[in-house]
């Protein structure tokens, strides 16, 4: 019987550490979010309020050059060639 009260106290023990380390994290916690919500500075909210700029991507238009073509060949076909 005093070994199972001594287990139930051991064990009693554990759970109120961990219930007290938690506590001391979920305040730490708090805080720290406290903290950051007031140092925002009030002049993002008025960015906010004005209109982002809008940047459209244009590609500029190539002219096309006008063909050159060289002058024209005269084809010979090796039937003409034998008249």
């Known amino acids: 019987m005093k070994a199972i009260g001594l287990l139930y106290l051991i064990l009693l023990y554990i759970a109120c550490y961990v219930f007290i380390c938690m506590v001391r994290l979920a305040v730490q916690g708090f805080k720290s979010m406290q903290k950051d919500r007031a140092e925002q500075p009030p002049a993002e909210e008025e960015k906010k309020n004005e209109p982002q700029p809008v940047y459209y991507i244009v590609e500029k238009k190539?002219?096309?050059?006008k063909a050159t073509y060289s002058q024209p060949r005269e084809i010979k076909f090796s039937d003409e060639a034998k008249k």
Do not use: I, P, Q
Not at 62 to 65: E, F, G, I, L, P
């Open 62 to 65: 190539k002219a096309r050059s």
